[in-house]
């Protein structure tokens, strides 16, 4: 069985060096390997991608299952997470739970990887 990565707080962006400043110490590296196992899985990229060309800037969960052609509880689970990843925010309203991506996690995770990728 895999080992599990530790579970650390990751509520706010990543901060830290960009990685080809020079080697990063193990904090950091687990830092950023964790944000990137959270969207290394083709639902949750969709998932991100449906979030971040939202025209409302948030979807809900069954919207999200019906675009992608998954069950709900599919879709929470990988929404969930994302959330614990920080590149979510989910805010609950009556009987649904409305979801959008948070840019600066993923600015933050970009400069982070490669500090000339954005402006």
């Known amino acids: 069985m895999p080992k599990a990565l530790p579970m650390i707080d ?20 687990l830092e950023v390997a964790l944000r990137l196992k959270a969207i290394a899985d ?3 990229v969709k998932l991100m991608s449906l979030l971040l060309t939202s025209p409302h ?4 969960t069954g919207d999200l299952a019906g675009t992608a052609g998954l069950a709900e509880s599919t879709i929470s689970h990988h929404l969930t997470q994302l959330r614990k990843a920080g590149l979510i925010v989910s805010e609950r309203r009556g009987m649904n739970t409305y979801h959008r991506a ?9 400069l982070v ?7």
């Open 10 to 29: 990751m509520s706010a962006p990543v901060c830290c060096a960009p990685v080809a400043a020079g080697p990063v110490d193990d904090a950091a590296a």
């Open 42 to 44: 083709p639902v949750r």
């Open 57 to 60: 800037g948030e979807e809900n």
């Open 102 to 110: 948070r840019r600066d996690a993923l600015s933050a995770l970009c």
């Open 113 to 119: 990887l490669d500090p000339n990728c954005c402006p």
